[in-house]
């Protein structure tokens, strides 16, 4: 430190150093001291430094202008004559301009003892230590003043920093303030409040608010105590302190908390309200008090019974108090009277206890004003009421439509069936043909009705059955090939899915879709051509995703009809009606069946240039071998039903002479019942192998018939197959039957190829009934008191087919006979339908294909592309599959999971048995090779 430049002031060098003394170098007399110094030490003007102090560790002699020039810029240390306890520490430096020694003395240690020294008491030091220990260790801070507010004391805890905390002995808080850079401010207030306990000789207490280093506020609390001497005058002032920074911070804290909260409670729409536990209300929030009409003062201290009505008041400790004691908690619905005595406010609740653990629990609760939603509910409920009553009243008229008109078109349809079988002259065909058609328009005009109905009431169901799409595509088109060259247009059909494609779904409803897109296209095209396409644009493992496409060259839809051509009866020109006729509905049922099976439809048309409409349905895929009638399911065996005994329930004589004639030609015994009431008699003495059951019948209805026919005790009779007759479209689901107990249903009018397949279905369903509820005897089974011989299952003819007589049984397995077939051809045949060529391109195909793959596979396993081989593993399993070679699909699978040990072995294997079955397929087929 070198000061030699600058001038201070006496002010000035007490704060910096208040020990300070200055020496002159001439005479080395002490021109100044500090003011602190002179607490300790009292020194006359003028005197020689060496007379009243020697260096620390040094002889006393050693002072000198010699050896005072030589410590300048070093640390001294001086101890006062007769001080021997006491040291003064501090920095000597060289005042050129004024020829002056500095003595920067900026801190002291040691107590100045009168005792001390050789005869000091040595009690009366360890006691002092100890108090000093003691002050020190205290975690509060402890200051010392003198009467002119000096500190003559200060513990560690006051003043951490030792260098400052001995500097400041002999201060004030003024030269404090200076030292630490803290306010002006601060030393005043201490001052003032140092004055009042001189003043009042009382303890004097006050928080105060400070900022360390860190810039962080600190809050003390701060004490003065006046110790009094005998006199009552003060000796000294004792000072004391403590941290309650942590205190305030969580004061503040808990006020901003109290302020948010109770503004929550006033400004919160939630309905707020404290009661104690006999319901007493304790406080609520203005939104309760608004919402009731009342001020917050008027209902404290009041019972919530005064504010409900009389019914609800007296439950009030029943369903909300006690359950709240029981419980801890409550909600639900409260109804309030409002304060004009007229209105029912309705307060969904939410209620608990609070303050169980103490000797007052109280309850609290929130809630909302519910009363517009449980007004608008109410009036939902009358819409709603209204609403399903004339539901109901349109689906009872569409209900009683359709039975009036089917039942006597299905009279009509019948006997023109009939007629037509009859010898009949060209005019006659003719007429016929007319009536045929009438009828059919009719009757398609009253499925959309009831279609429409059931698809916006969510009672359409779908079947799901595996059938030939690409076959049902094909006749669907033969059926409009006579409208379209009618009008002389061109059919065409673009089909690239397989031949016998099966999938699983509902395939009348897929041909209702593709009928109505089909009659719009031929209605509405003048010249042209239709086309019809369809292809699959994704095939997964058990599901294929179709797209079907219907262009057409006819007038087009103009673009403002476009985007509403979907919408229920909405025609694509104003006077369609007029032209062409129809009802709009067709369009609307398409656009509902296929998004009810998760399809798609898109239509995109110009005027003048045609329409295209497109749809895509995501099916199940069927076995092909799992088709009915080989592929074709148009066809039907009438010697399956020959024999059957079947009971026939019906009212409408045309009805029951059609389905009698039609089940007399297909050999069928047959009974009928004009009521449900006669068919339940017959039906309870008379073994039937089916039962065609009316709906609506004098008497006793079907369902009525049914119920009971399934509580009779013999299950010979009890468990008879019943099919549903139903001109009732609206209540043809399969589930309303199902519960009455029928097995199936069939809808009026039917054709003869529906009825049949609903029969057979139905009695082969049924097998085990016969032996097993009746009485045997001989091997003969008791019907109608006549004996009739029985047969043997099926399963047992199958049974003794298969084991021929004498045959060993083996518990080994036989070594592999070269003469069996490696191979099953029985899906490609299925799929051929006994066309050679085709099966040989497949063979021919298929050994090509796998000797490529095994090529492949061989590279891979050589460089150990394990990866590759388990691809081309995979490629090969589907072929393998449709090709039936048994032998391979354990190799195959083995190196497409990479489960084999020796995988290089599997690889062998597999080259070995596809060289077998390639060499048989080119021995039993070498026209396929040719």
Known sequence: MNVSHFFFNAEQLGRLFPYYILISNQELKIDACGAALSNFITLPEFSNLAQYFTIADKPGDIINNHYLSSQIGRSLTLTPAGKPGLYIHGQLEYLKATDQFLFAGNSITGLPNEKSGNNADPVLKNKLDFYFDVLNEIPGEVVVFDTSHRYIFINQAAIRDTALRERMIGLRDEDFCWLTNRPESLARERRAHFNDVMQSHKLKTWEETIINRYGEELYKLRHMYPVLDHHGEVKFVVGYSFDITDRKKAEEQLLVSEKKYREQYNLSPALIYTHDLDGNILSVNPAIADTLGFEQDEVNGKNIAQYLPDTDSAKLEKLYLNKLKAKGHARGVFRAMHNDGKNIVYLFYQSYVAGADSNQPYIIGFSHDITDRINIEKELRKAKNATQSAAQAKSIFLANLSHEIRTPMNGVLGLNKLLAKTPLNEQQQGYVKLIAESADSLLAIVNDLL??????????????????????????????????????????????????????????????????????????????????????????????????????????????????????????????????????????????????????????????????????LTLKKGLVYTQRYNGNDNQYDPEKLKGKRVLVAEDVELNLFLVKTLLESWGCEVDSAEDGQKALQKASVNYYDVILMDIQMPEMDGLTATR??????????????????????????????????????????????????????????????????????????????????????????????????????QNTPLPMDTTVKLYDLSIIDSISKGNQAFNNKMIKMFCDVTAQDLSKIKEAAAVGDWQTVGSLAHKLKSTVGNMGV?????????????????????????????????????????????
């Open 708 to 809: 009971q026919i399934r509580q009779l005790e013999n299950p010979l009779y009890r468990d008879v197959p019943i099919i549903a007759l139903t001109a009732n479209a609206l209540k043809g689901d399969g589930k309303y039957y199902a519960n009455a107990g029928m097995n199936d249903c069939v809808t009026k009018p039917y054709s003869e190829e529906h009825l049949y397949e609903k029969i057979v279905e139905t009695i082969a369903k049924d097998r085990a009934r016969g032996t097993d509820a009746v009485f045997a005897k001989n091997n003969h089974v008791v019907i109608n008191d006549t004996f009739v011989k029985e047969m043997p299952s099926q399963r047992e003819e199958e049974k003794n087919a298969d084991i021929p007589p004498n045959t060993p049984i």
């Open 451 to 616: 279609d429409l109905e059931k698809i916006t009431s969510n009672n359409l169901e779908f079947e799901s059955r595996p059938y030939n799409i690409t076959n049902k595509l094909n006749r669907t088109l033969q059926l409009f090939q006579l409208k379209a060259r009618q009008k002389n247009l061109e059919l065409v059909l673009k089909n690239r899915l397989p031949e016998e494609f099966i999938v699983i779904g509902d395939e009348s409803r897929f041909i209702q879709i593709l009928s109505n897109l089909l009659s719009n296209a031929i209605k509405f095209t003048k010249t042209g051509a239709v086309t019809v396409s369809s292809s699959m644009l994704y095939n997964a493992n058990d599901k294929v995703l179709l797209e079907f496409t219907v262009a057409d060259t006819g007038i087009g839809i103009s673009d403002d009809r476009l985007p509403y051509i979907f919408d229920p009866f909405m025609l694509t020109t104003s006077n369609m009606v007029r032209q062409q006729g129809g009802t709009g509905m067709g369009l609307a049922i398409v656009k509902s069946l296929v998004e009810m099976q998760g399809g798609h439809i898109k239509v995109n048309s110009k005027v003048n240039s045609g329409t295209e409409f497109t749809f895509s």
């Open 886 to 930: 048994e032998i391979l699909k354990d190799p195959v699978r083995d190196l497409e999971k990479h489960s084999a040990p020796d995988p290089h072995a599997k690889v062998a294997e597999l080259e070995e048995k596809l060289i077998l079955v390639s060499n048989q397929l080119k021995a039993d087929y070498p026209e396929a090779f040719q």
